[in-house]
């Protein structure tokens, strides 16, 4: 059964703007940090962003500070991630993960489910 769903990716020149969703089959969404990865071609997963399950902490790595933003609606199951400014770097295949308690598991790659991943690519 999938759990995690994403959606949202596509194609943008250099300075715009995506939001990537990310529809969660969990229950209780209120229960699970949630997290986004992103994959380059030849190069490991790495960590994006993550929030706490009541969507009151979050944290991200460098390279996106101050552009990308993650936020979840637990009414509705869902988590996003806002990205403006694109950047070429930022192409990728972006990952929505959960895990059960602290959003601190998750930036420490300590997954419990993924999804299967959509697609974001930035033309300069």
């Known amino acids: 059964q999938v759990q995690l769903v994403e959606s949202g990716g596509g194609s943008v020149q250099a300075g715009g703007s995506l939001r990537l969703s990310c529809a969660a089959a969990?229950?209780?969404?209120?229960?699970?940090?949630m997290g986004w990865f992103r994959q380059s071609l030849g190069k490991e997963r790495e960590f994006v962003a993550a929030i706490s399950y009541t969507g009151a902490l979050s944290n991200y790595t460098d390279p996106v500070k101050g552009r990308f933003t993650i936020s979840r609606d637990n009414a509705k199951n869902t988590v996003y991630l806002q990205m403006d400014n694109l950047q070429p770097e930022d192409t990728a295949t972006y990952y929505c993960a959960a895990q059960l308690g602290s959003y601190y598991r998750i930036y420490n790659y300590d997954v419990k489910y993924w999804g299967q991943g959509t697609q974001v690519t930035v033309s300069s």
């Open positions: 969990l229950r209780p969404f209120s229960d699970y940090a």
